[in-house]
Every structure is written in structure tokens, then in C-alpha cells.
């Protein structure tokens, strides 16, 4: 499975499926959805260079007490937006960085499911040595009954790599040996999951000054099983 990565003005990110999904700039569009120039995300159903604010999508859903806000349009959307498909995704901390998922359907292990993440890089700095741990939740097949998954990633920006994994009751998943470069690209291809994967693909970003948080995404060959991930440091 490919990813797709987006780099434009002061937005980065990737997805896992770019047919269904993809990040960029958000534009304006109308009073429900104003806010442009920040991090945002559009829909195949809606038009994929049309990227909606996360920040305004947020207002479109119900967020529950894990911070997962939930937009399933094709039961509870406006009639000009149905068949948008199902949407979990998460804000890290009060940052412009998001995380999260979607599908066509309700249904886990959807043969469509596609994780993506975004955020604004202004201001994004990596420091060139010293150690740092970051606090890190991630979005799969989301239910609030299963909650978010949760970690720690341990990052040493001498050696230039970031280890930890991420787990619930039903999953966990780990990222491998993963290495960014010096404006704080991540990437692995030796991520792992419980269900028995191995040669997961990490794709993924620092964002603030001195790295403050990140966010990325796993995948692997079985599709249901790709996370979502964003995270504070300690």
C-alpha cells in the first residue's frame, strides 16, 4: 500500500489512500467552514482539493471524552454532504495537528480504511542533540468503548531515531526502528503489530519549536490494521 505526503505553504502531512483522503492548506468555504490557511482535510465525495479546516470539521461532529471527534455523515450530515463516510480523528493537545481515520462504512476492517494525519509546521524546529519522551495516542477501527491506544515514544535527536509503540485491550502496534531526518521527517518500515505484521511503514513529522509534538501514521499489507498517531513530549 502506498502513502501519499503533502508539503504546501505551512501544512504537512500524509494518508495512507489518497483516492479517498488528503491533507493540505484548509480553503475557506462558507460560514460553517471559514477557516483557511491551516491544517486541513477533504473528502473523495466532496472533492479531494477541497480541504475543510479541521478545526471547522471538529464543529461538524460530537467529541467524546477520549478527545475523538466523530462525524458520520451518511447518518447525521446535512444533505448536500452524505456518503462522506465514517471520520475519527484527534487534535494533539491545542495544537493545529491532527490525527485519524476514515471509512466508507461502520464496518471494522473496512476494505477502504485510510489513516491520515496533518499539521502547521510554522515555526517547527529540531533540536541536534539530546533525548526526549513523548506521550502518544492512536486512532484504529476507534470505538470509545476500546478507546484510543496509548504509548510512549522515545526519541534521541543526536542519532536521529525514534522508538516506542502504542496499545489498547484489542491492538497494539510498534513502530520499529525509526529515523527522521533534520526537518523532522519520520520514517520506518520495521513497524510490527500483535496480530503478527511485521514490515509495517511509518510515515510521520515533528511539529513545533523544539519538536514539541508529533504525528504520523502505520501501515501495513492488511489495511484494517493502519493507526493513526499523535503525540506531546514529556
Given at each position: 500500500m502506498a502513502f501519499a505526503g503533502t508539503a504546501h505553504a505551512q501544512v504537512a502531512g500524509g494518508t495512507s489512500d489518497s483516492s479517498h483522503n488528503q491533507v493540505g492548506v484548509s480553503a475557506s468555504?462558507?460560514?460553517?467552514h471559514p477557516t483557511a490557511g491551516v491544517a486541513g482535510l477533504s473528502a473523495s465525495a466532496t472533492g479531494l482539493s477541497n480541504k475543510v479546516a479541521f478545526q471547522d470539521l471538529k464543529n461538524d461532529g460530537t467529541t467524546d471524552g477520549n478527545g475523538v471527534t466523530t462525524i458520520n455523515n451518511p447518518i447525521t450530515g446535512?444533505?448536500?454532504h452524505q456518503n462522506l463516510g465514517l471520520f475519527h480523528f484527534a487534535q494533539v493537545a491545542n495544537n493545529d495537528v491532527w490525527f485519524g481515520e476514515w471509512t466508507s462504512t461502520a464496518t471494522s476492517g473496512s476494505t477502504d480504511h485510510t489513516v491520515y494525519y496533518a499539521g502547521t509546521t510554522t515555526g517547527t524546529t529540531i533540536p541536534?542533540?539530546?533525548t526526549a519522551s513523548y506521550s502518544v495516542k492512536g486512532i484504529n477501527n476507534y470505538a470509545a468503548s476500546s478507546g484510543l491506544l496509548s504509548g510512549t515514544f522515545n526519541a534521541d535527536f543526536t542519532a536521529k531515531t525514534l522508538t516506542g509503540g502504542l496499545s489498547n485491550a484489542a491492538y497494539s502496534v510498534n513502530i520499529g526502528s525509526a529515523t527522521f531526518n533534520s526537518g523532522g521527517a519520520i520514517a520506518s518500515t520495521t513497524a510490527s503489530n500483535s496480530a503478527g505484521a511485521t514490515g509495517g511503514t511509518v510515515d510521520g513529522r515533528f511539529y513545533?519549536?523544539?519538536?514539541?509534538?508529533l504525528a504520523g501514521i502505520v501501515t501495513f499489507a492488511a489495511r484494517q490494521y493502519d493507526t493513526a498517531f499523535g503525540g506531546t513530549k514529556n
Open positions: 468555504f462558507g460560514p460553517t446535512p444533505d448536500d541536534a542533540s539530546g513545533g519549536a523544539n519538536a514539541a509534538t
